[in-house]
């Protein structure tokens, strides 16, 4: 059975003031890359970089501070975690700081932050910003946690904030305001919104189709045929896969 933590049991034994900085500062990371907002996305990388070493020094010295703070030299800061104890693992003595300083490399030396980077500000770096930044907390969560790679992975989804512009809440129902969207686009949206399981009739309702049959064979088997979402047959609910996320940031405006 695999093994499933609770969202507000994730890193609970980081001190409340560096672990709500740590989910804020992802949360800016993944809304901006969303928003197509490269500067900002790698700004903010920047931050993340900051929290997660006050995290890995504090966890080294035995003693987390409330709330992180940025060191006087980050590349300098994140070697000297290297001449920590052997007792302590490889990841946090090693794989996990020179991962942050690649993260802090771009943030201050590829056109972000200031005038006269090499390159401007753009989706590949925003792209390498978002993955490394999921790959860190993945791997927090997984050394704090004492769990495998995969079930790591799937937690960070927990903390991912999906409120999106163009999904309208009025009371129990969701609305898309993008009125452009195919049938096929706006469950998907709702679903990347949701990010949990959600009744075929409430996508029913939500969307506004005329015809839950119809939908049903034209809509959901389909997306669950291409492996954008899971559908269950049985309990007629649908969740958002991993590739369906990935579709929906690539390739749908999530503004209108």
Same mark, same amino acid.
């Given at each position: 059975?695999?093994?499933?933590?609770?969202?507000?049991?994730?890193?609970?034994?980081?001190?409340?003031?560096?672990?709500?900085?740590?989910?804020?500062?992802?949360?800016?990371? /993944?809304?901006? %890359?969303? +928003?197509?907002?490269?500067?900002?996305?790698? =700004?903010?990388?920047?931050?993340?970089?900051?929290?997660?070493?006050?995290?890995?020094?504090?966890?080294?010295?035995?003693? %987390?501070?409330?709330?992180?703070?940025?060191?006087?030299?980050?590349? &300098?800061?994140?070697?000297?975690? +290297?001449?920590?104890?052997?007792?302590?693992?490889?990841?946090?003595?090693?794989?996990?700081?020179?991962?942050?300083?690649?993260?802090?490399?771009?943030?201050?030396?590829?056109?972000?932050?200031?005038?006269?980077?090499?390159?401007?500000?753009? #989706?590949?770096?925003?792209?390498?910003?978002?993955?490394?930044?999921?790959?860190?907390?993945?791997?927090?969560?997984?050394?704090?946690? &004492?769990?495998?790679?995969?079930?790591?992975?799937?937690?960070?989804?927990?903390?991912?904030?999906?409120?999106?512009?163009?999904?309208?809440?009025?009371?129990?129902?969701?609305?898309?305001?993008?009125?452009? =969207?195919?049938?096929?686009?706006?469950?998907?949206?709702?679903?990347? #919104?949701? #990010?949990?399981?959600?009744?075929?009739?409430?996508?029913?309702?939500?969307?506004? #189709?005329?015809?839950?049959?119809?939908?049903?064979?034209?809509?959901?088997?389909?997306? /669950?045929?291409?492996?954008?979402?899971?559908? &269950?047959?049985?309990?007629?609910?649908?969740?958002?896969?991993?590739?369906?996320?990935?579709?929906?940031?690539?390739?749908?405006?999530?503004?209108?």
């Amino acid at each position: 059975m695999a093994i499933k933590i609770e969202e507000s049991l994730l890193l609970s034994s980081i001190p409340e003031g560096l672990r709500t900085e740590l989910f804020k500062s992802f949360n800016e990371i /993944h809304r901006n %890359f969303r +928003e197509r907002r490269w500067e900002p996305s790698e =700004l903010n990388g920047g931050k993340l970089c900051e929290v997660v070493y006050t995290i890995l020094r504090g966890y080294v010295d035995g003693a %987390f501070p409330s709330n992180a703070s940025k060191p006087r030299n980050m590349v &300098d800061a994140c070697r000297a975690l +290297e001449q920590a104890s052997s007792s302590f693992s490889r990841p946090i003595r090693i794989q996990l700081p020179r991962m942050l300083i690649s993260l802090y490399e771009i943030r201050n030396n590829r056109g972000v932050g200031h005038v006269g980077g090499d390159v401007d500000p753009n #989706h590949m770096d925003a792209v390498a910003i978002l993955y490394m930044s999921k790959w860190i907390i993945a791997e927090l969560i997984r050394i704090f946690h &004492d769990i495998d790679t995969r079930t790591a992975a799937r937690s960070v989804d927990m903390i991912v904030d999906r409120t999106l512009p163009v999904v309208w809440q009025v009371g129990n129902k969701r609305r898309i305001l993008k009125t452009n =969207l195919s049938m096929k686009e706006k469950t998907l949206v709702l679903l990347y #919104h949701m #990010h949990e399981h959600v009744s075929e009739s409430d996508l029913v309702l939500w969307i506004e #189709h005329s015809n839950p049959s119809v939908y049903r064979k034209d809509i959901l088997r389909k997306l /669950h045929r291409t492996k954008l979402i899971e559908y &269950d047959e049985s309990s007629r609910t649908a969740i958002i896969s991993p590739s369906g996320i990935r579709h929906v940031e690539q390739n749908i405006e999530l503004d209108f």
